[in-house]
């Protein structure tokens, strides 16, 4: 026959209510975290200007090492491009012209004048000018 | 420089209109309230009398008055703890404990 306590609840198909264990449902929580919820909350409405302090930047700060140099500026040289620029297509021409004018080189370079003249006797054989 | 016009101007309509639901996630007031009457801090549930459950305004009183009285949060923090709790309740930081 058995316990009729046991199977009373189960009459018609009927299951017996449960008793509660002890904990029931919900989101368990510490004060600790309560504390910590209400310190997010505060950082949350503090806009970012009120968060961060503004420190103006110095060159000690960006970069120790620049810092630590001479601080006199560097006089800088600077490079002007010459106002006549040779063209450039012209250039290697007048180099020939002085070049190839042996009595020039006769004229402005005495340890040259060896070489002139036997340049100068060897264009007359081939029929140039010297 | 602009950024911290608005900045501030959100700022002072929060204080003025409160917090816009919307953005912290929350559909209704009430919801706010219903996130938190779940809440159990040191296993001590926050609404206690079966009335106070089913009034809502009962229920709201209740809560402002716990977090008044015992964190010190004033009740236009309310909707930011919520919106905290029900984020974390989200992605798993915080679990709810069923029977």
Known sequence: MGDLSQNIGNIGGVRPTQRSEGTQAGVYLSSDQIEDYKARIRQVQTSPAERFTEIPATLGRLNPDAAAQDPTPINRQIIQEAAQAPDPSNSTAGIEQLAGNLQVIYALLPQARPLARQAAAEQRLVGGKA | ?99
């Open chain 2, 1 to 99: 420089m602009a950024t911290k016009n608005t900045t501030t101007k959100q700022a002072v309509a929060d204080k003025q209109n409160g917090p816009s639901l919307e953005s912290l996630g929350l559909k209704s007031p009430i919801e706010i309230f219903d996130i938190l009457s779940i809440l159990r801090v040191d296993n001590e549930p926050l609404i206690k009398s079966s009335q106070a459950l089913l009034d809502q305004k009962l229920k709201a009183q209740t809560i402002m008055e716990y977090f008044k009285t015992k964190f010190n949060i004033s009740p236009g923090d309310l909707p930011y703890l919520a919106s905290m709790i029900k984020h974390d309740l989200k992605h798993g930081k915080i679990k709810l404990r069923r029977n």
